[in-house]
């Protein structure tokens, strides 16, 4: 799981259906990538880093349940 990933978005007050909506994709893919099951496109990262104003290494960093 992409625990900051969810956090930020979150803490931004967002679902998973704003963010993508925002990001142009499907609710589907966006829950893939914040579970750590998908990496997505790198435009995908500069988009949640601008989004959330938090680094994409941040973001991306992987945490074991």
Do not use: P
């Not at 979150?10 to 704003?18: F, L, P």
């Not at 963010?19 to 990496?39: F, K, M, N, W």
Request: glycine letters at 6%.
């Amino acid at each position: 799981m992409r625990k900051n990933l969810k956090e930020a978005r979150q803490r931004a007050g967002m679902t998973q259906k704003d963010v993508a909506e925002y990001l142009g994709i499907t609710i589907r893919s966006y829950q893939r990538i914040e579970s750590g099951d998908r990496t997505g496109e790198i435009e995908t990262w500069d988009l949640l880093e601008d989004l959330f104003c938090i680094s994409q290494r941040r973001l991306r960093e992987l945490i074991s349940d």
